[in-house]
């Protein structure tokens, strides 16, 4: 009740009459207030101070309503808050675990559809006693952290300054997947955001492939950045890749330019998956042009040094220079051999081959210039492999010069590169794929035996004349030599015998 005063001019003593409280303020109690965040002796004051004022006969019931209503602004609901829950979250598991968690109703139903259905009048089991003040959620015991967090980012206001609420992309992929299972739309938002925003482990990709697209629409932008690429932008890459890759840049950007070279060479391999580029004879005319430039550039250096114009090849800038081309030479007859477009550059390696070995010889013995020495063979053993599977078909001349400029100068540079190895420091910069030095032979025994007869003779010879006679080792060659050469007359006799009687018929 509230009490309200007046004065009487006889004397000077006050009377009181007591009004009524309108019923809204009757129903407002000191434990409601309390449960407001108001304390129950400061509820009480307030009441006691507003029933006793009266400014012109006006009660100030709204006051005390607009003071009430703004405490309750002020007082967040906090999960696991016992004393203003309404509501119980009971999580179990089909091994027993059965956690409650006291809940409020307005965030829950405010923020997931799933709960704004299970505690609405409409639900089946509305009616019975308690059910909806609790909500059973069955979930597997490996996804049960997640629904906590789900059910505690619920009482946050997720606006995009929370980036740190996901503790990683594991953890944000699991709670993405129960508020998909819930209908969460601000939380899916959220988890979408974040995890195509972030970086991935490559188990995080595999588990995000293994999810996400199960999750429709709502969750595609995550899978934005593993869509197929246009063709067009695959194609543009490549060529800008090929210029870089075949390209002299600074020393220090070696590493970028091996690592270019690396992914042109993957892009055009094909193993489980098809290549990413299936090079057209546009991009086949690029990759020509490029590796002519960066012939070009090795050639230019290989005859200022073969007609006395430039320094010494043991120079350290010119031994850099070298190791470079060669080396960038050796990874692009890989890529020229993968498109079957080896034929200009067989027939350009062949008619520099002589002032190349020219220059090669006039180097010291160091381990830089043997090293390159060795990068020249690299190049050489995929020329010749060319020719020797007839990959690109030369005449017998070119053939047999090419075994007169090259075989020897092998022969020479491979025990000079065994005994580097052996006693170097530096061994590991001149190790060589022993299978490459094994197919090199086998190459120059095939070249050979493709030549005519006299001419196997000739190398066979001076083969067993010179005491580098090790390697190569032409010991097939010899052999099949004379086995054809024992059989020549007999098989040519029979030959002619067949071909008069049928001319005879």
């Known amino acids: 009740m509230v009490a309200k005063s007046g004065g009487s001019n006889n004397d000077n003593t006050r009377t009181k009459r007591v009004r009524v409280l309108p019923p809204s303020f009757l129903r407002l109690k000191p434990f409601n207030l309390h449960s407001h965040g108001i304390p129950l002796r400061s ?22 309503s607009s003071f009430i209503q703004d405490k309750e602004e002020k007082i967040a609901c906090v999960i696991g808050d016992r004393l203003t829950s309404d509501v119980v979250v009971r999580l179990r598991t089909p091994e027993g675990r059965d956690d409650w968690l006291y809940c409020h109703s307005e965030i829950l139903v405010k923020n997931c559809k799933y709960f704004a259905d299970r505690l609405s009048e409409n639900w089946p089991t509305c009616q019975i006693i308690d059910s909806r ?18 059910i505690r980012l619920l009482y946050i206001v997720i606006d995009g300054s929370g980036d740190d609420l996901w503790h990683g992309v594991k953890n944000a992929l699991g709670i993405l997947q129960v508020a998909v299972e819930l209908g969460c739309p601000q939380i899916i938002t959220a988890c979408v955001n974040y995890l195509e925003a972030v970086t991935w482990e490559e188990a995080e990709e595999e588990e995000i492939l293994r999810i996400v697209p199960r999750m429709g629409l709502q969750a595609e932008p995550i899978l934005a950045r593993l869509q197929p690429v246009k063709q067009s932008a695959i194609i543009n890459i490549f060529v800008s890749a090929i210029r870089f890759a075949t390209s002299s840049p600074s020393p220090d950007m070696n590493d970028l330019k091996s690592s270019a070279q690396e992914q042109l060479e993957y892009m055009l391999t094909e193993d489980d998956d098809t290549p990413l580029l299936t ?32 320094e010494s090849l043991s120079e350290a ?57 060795l990068r020249a063979v690299e190049v050489t ?9 007839g990959t690109v078909i030369l005449p017998t001349a070119k053939r047999l010069q090419v075994l007169k400029v090259w075989l020897p100068f092998v022969r020479v540079t491979k025990p000079l590169i065994d005994s580097v190895t052996t006693n170097c420091e530096n061994a590991m910069l001149l190790k060589l794929d022993g299978e490459m ?19 196997q003779a000739e190398i066979l010879t001076e083969w067993l004349d010179n005491e580098y006679m090790q390697y190569p080792d032409l010991t097939e060659a010899f052999e099949v030599w004379c086995y054809r050469s024992k059989v020549a007359k007999r098989r040519l006799s029979l030959l002619g015998d067949e071909h008069a009687m049928t001319n005879s018929f």
């Not at 003040?133 to 789900?150: K, M, P």
């Not at 070009?296 to 430039?310: K, Q, W």
């Not at 197919?439 to 030549?451: G, H, K």
């Open 43 to 64: 509820a009480v004051v307030e009441l006691s101070l507003f029933t006793a004022l009266n400014l012109n006969g006006t009660y100030l019931i709204t006051l005390l």
């Open 133 to 150: 003040n609790c909500v059973d959620i069955y979930c597997q015991e490996l996804d049960f952290d997640y629904h906590v967090n789900l």
């Open 279 to 310: 090079a057209d004879d546009n991009i086949k005319v690029e990759i020509k042009e490029c590796v002519n430039r960066l012939f070009a550039r090795f050639i230019d250096s290989v005859t200022a040094f073969s007609s006395g114009t430039a």
């Open 317 to 373: 800038e010119n031994i850099q220079l070298f190791q470079s081309c060669l080396t960038d030479l050796s990874w692009a007859c890989q890529i020229l051999s993968k498109l079957e477009i080896m034929r200009e550059f067989v027939e350009n390696w062949f008619d520099a081959s002589e002032k190349i070995v020219k220059v090669l010889e006039q180097g010291s013995s160091t381990t830089e210039v043997i090293e390159i020495k």
């Open 381 to 389: 053993s995929k020329v010749l492999e060319a020719i020797g599977y």
């Open 437 to 455: 030095w094994q197919s090199l032979e086998s190459t120059f025994v095939s070249i050979i035996l493709a030549l005519p007869s006299g001419d």
